[in-house]
């Protein structure tokens, strides 16, 4: 595999029973790639579950705009009555602590196993 295709972002949609989606992201969250969580996120906050897992773990760069894509996704997912969960990698959460110290997200979790149980 070469570099190019490791800066990459890929999200992987991933359904847990009838209520809950998993999205999984790889690469790096940033204005070339922010398009492809963004709509993902909408997608789960005009769909039918009731939970959305995001699964940052293999996030090796978040920028701004991924920043703003989670927090956008985040309000949607609220205003549409879901739960939304992060299951953020040490760069997310560190750009997390570093911009909102009061946790924006209450159910930032460790590990996805963490996440999913709390969603059920």
Partial sequence: MDD????????ERE????????????GELDLATVHLLSGQLKSVAEGDREAVIIDATQVGFMDSTG????VEGKRQIHEAGKRIFLVPSNQVRRVLELV??????????DDIE???EAAT
């Fill in 4 to 11: 190019t295709e490791n800066e990459l972002l890929t999200v």
């Fill in 114 to 116: 963490q996440a999913i």
């Fill in 67 to 70: 920043l703003h894509a989670l």
């Fill in 15 to 26: 359904l847990l029973g009838e209520n809950i989606v998993i999205l999984k992201m790889s």
């Fill in 100 to 109: 909102f110290p009061d946790r924006l997200f209450a159910d930032r979790l």
